[in-house]
């Protein structure tokens, strides 16, 4: 179930002409990992709207102090980063709509995408509108959401993304957009 650009401008009206730039690979991620159902789609959708801004950032904002907690550490070390204060941290920084973040989640989803491991050496491909969007839908299949859109358990997708309920009345909101434009009943 392709989305249109005014569409999707109704559920992110703040996209302005990004919508326009992301609508095509946006129905391409979701129709090569099967959000293809309204519920799936408004999920997902309220999802990335809330992790990119409407989308508008594809690359986790921080200074370099911030991102150093991805360098050395028990985060680091659990995200598959070297220990060493070598600039991983920088190098894996969330990338994406939904944010991909260290050096073995890099590597996962260059595999899904890809079949190999380019993500890992080329990182900032996944600041790109198409990739951009396929590593968000990846990352939405590995992690079941699919089945939990179906079953209009939000807050658990929600968990599943953020590790948490953070910025639950954003995504809240624009839920209820996505829904209002995408699960309209057929008259």
Not at 66 to 76: E, F, I, Q
Not at 107 to 116: E, I, P
Request: glycine share 10%; net charge neutral; with cysteine.
């Amino acid at each position: 179930m392709p989305i249109t650009e005014g569409q999707l401008l109704e559920i992110m009206p703040n996209a302005r002409s990004q919508a326009g730039v992301f609508i095509s690979a946006l129905n391409t991620a979701m129709l090569r990992f099967s959000i293809n159902t309204p519920k799936r789609a408004a999920a997902f959708l309220a999802q990335v709207g809330h992790e990119s801004g409407q989308l508008h950032y594809v690359r986790e904002l921080g200074s370099d102090q911030y991102l150093s907690k991805y360098d050395t550490g028990t985060l680091a070390a659990r995200l598959g980063n070297t220990p060493a204060l070598d600039g991983d941290g920088q190098k894996y920084r969330g990338r994406g709509l939904i944010q991909i973040t260290g050096r073995d989640n890099y590597l996962q989803c260059s595999l899904g995408l890809f079949g190999d491991d380019r993500l890992v050496f080329v990182p900032q491909l996944l600041e790109q509108p198409q990739w951009a969007a396929e590593s968000a839908a990846w990352f939405w299949e590995q992690n079941g959401l699919n089945e939990l859109a179906d079953r209009d358990q939000f807050n658990s997708i929600t968990r599943r993304i953020n590790g948490g309920l953070n910025g639950l009345q954003d995504r809240l909101q624009l839920w209820a957009r996505a829904r209002a434009v995408l699960c309209q009943p057929s008259v």
